[in-house]
C-alpha cells in the first residue's frame, strides 16, 4: 500500500476539529470520521480506494493542516495530491475570508455570544453536488438521528471499500453505485418507497448527464433553484440545502429547517418558533453571511449535546 503526505495551510484562524463536526453533524456519521484527533474519509478516484486522514498541528491563528492518503498503486497517480489537496481545501473552507463576517458578529450581542466559542469554524461543504443532493433527500422530514442513519447504510452497502488496520471504511456512494439498486433495495435499507424512487432517479441521471450537476458550480443562485426545482424530490428546503452544504452560498440559510428555526427562537429568546418568512427577515441583519450563522447554531446545538467542546 502506498502512502502519500502533505500538508495545507488555511488561512486563519482555523480549527479542523469544529470545522469537521458542522460537516458530519452526528457522531454516528460513518462516512466522514472524527476521532477527536484525526479526520478519515474514504474517496473514489479513477476506480480505486483512497483513505485519507487529516489532522491539525498549531493553534487557530497559525494552522497547519497534515494530509495523509493511502491506497494501492498512489505513486502512479502524479496528479492526486493536486486533486486532493484542491478539494480538501473546498471541503473545508480552507481558503475562506472572514474576516466580516467576524467584524459583522462584533456588533450584534447575540450573533457575537453565539460565534465567539467557535472562532476558526471555516464553512464545510461536501465533496459533490451529487452527494448534497442525495444527504438532502436522505434527511427531509425526518430526525437529523434518521437521516444520518439512512446515509451511513446507503454508503455501507453501496460505496466503495477500505480496510486499514482492521478497520473498514465506506466512500459516499458515486452516481454509478447508486445508479444499479432499485427503489425496493433502498426500502430495505429503511427509505421510503418515495425517497427510495427519488435517489435512484437522481442517481440514474447524474451518472448518464454528470456535467449538469457540475455545471451547478458556474451559474447563477435563480438559475440553480430553476434547475433543482425540476427534480423530483427536491422542494425549497432541499434546494438551499444543497447551495448552502454543495455549492457553499454562504448568503443562503435553509429557512424550513425546524431544528434551526428552533435555534434562532432560543438565539434570540423569542415567544414563537418563527416561520420562513419571519426567519427570513430576522437573518438579514447578517447578510451576505446567514448561511454561515446556520453552521454556528448547528455547533451551538451540539456542544450543548456535550459532543464538541
Request: glycine content about 6%.
Amino acid at each position: 500500500m502506498d502512502e502519500i503526505y502533505f500538508t495545507i495551510k488555511p488561512r486563519p484562524p482555523f480549527r479542523l476539529d469544529l470545522t469537521v463536526w458542522a460537516l458530519r453533524r452526528l457522531p454516528h456519521n460513518t462516512v466522514d470520521r472524527w476521532d477527536g484527533e484525526k479526520y478519515s474519509r474514504v474517496f473514489a478516484f479513477n476506480g480505486r480506494s483512497v483513505l485519507v486522514n487529516l489532522s491539525q498541528s498549531g493553534p487557530a491563528d497559525s494552522p497547519v493542516i497534515r494530509c495523509t492518503a493511502r491506497g494501492k498503486r498512489l505513486r502512479a497517480e502524479t496528479e492526486l495530491k493536486s486533486r486532493l489537496s484542491s478539494l480538501l481545501k473546498k471541503m473545508f473552507g480552507i481558503d475562506k475570508d472572514l474576516s466580516e463576517f467576524y467584524r459583522i458578529s462584533r456588533r450584534d450581542r447575540n450573533l457575537r455570544s453565539l460565534v465567539e466559542p467557535f472562532i476558526g469554524l471555516k464553512p464545510p461543504r461536501f465533496p459533490s453536488v451529487f452527494e448534497a443532493l442525495v444527504n438532502a433527500v436522505a434527511c427531509q422530514q425526518v430526525s437529523l438521528n434518521v437521516g444520518i442513519t439512512l446515509l451511513n447504510r446507503l454508503a455501507e452497502v453501496y460505496g466503495a471499500a477500505f480496510s486499514f488496520r482492521r478497520a473498514s471504511f465506506h466512500a459516499f456512494p458515486s452516481p454509478h453505485d447508486l445508479s444499479r439498486p432499485t427503489h425496493e433495495d433502498l426500502r430495505r435499507l429503511g427509505f421510503s418507497h418515495r425517497k427510495g424512487r427519488y435517489i435512484v432517479d437522481i442517481s440514474v441521471a447524474a451518472d448518464k448527464k454528470g456535467e449538469d450537476l457540475q455545471r451547478l458550480e458556474s451559474i447563477t443562485e435563480s438559475e440553480v433553484v430553476d434547475y433543482l426545482s425540476r427534480i423530483k424530490g427536491v422542494g425549497r428546503w432541499s434546494s438551499e440545502y444543497v447551495l448552502l452544504r454543495g455549492l457553499g452560498h454562504l448568503n443562503v440559510f435553509p429557512g424550513d429547517d425546524i431544528g434551526a428555526q428552533k435555534n434562532i427562537q432560543q438565539l434570540l429568546n423569542l415567544e414563537e418558533k418563527p416561520d420562513y418568512e419571519r426567519l427570513k427577515a430576522i437573518i438579514d441583519r447578517w447578510e451576505p453571511y446567514s448561511g454561515f450563522v446556520y453552521f454556528h447554531l448547528l455547533l451551538g446545538k451540539l456542544r450543548a449535546k456535550g459532543y464538541i467542546s
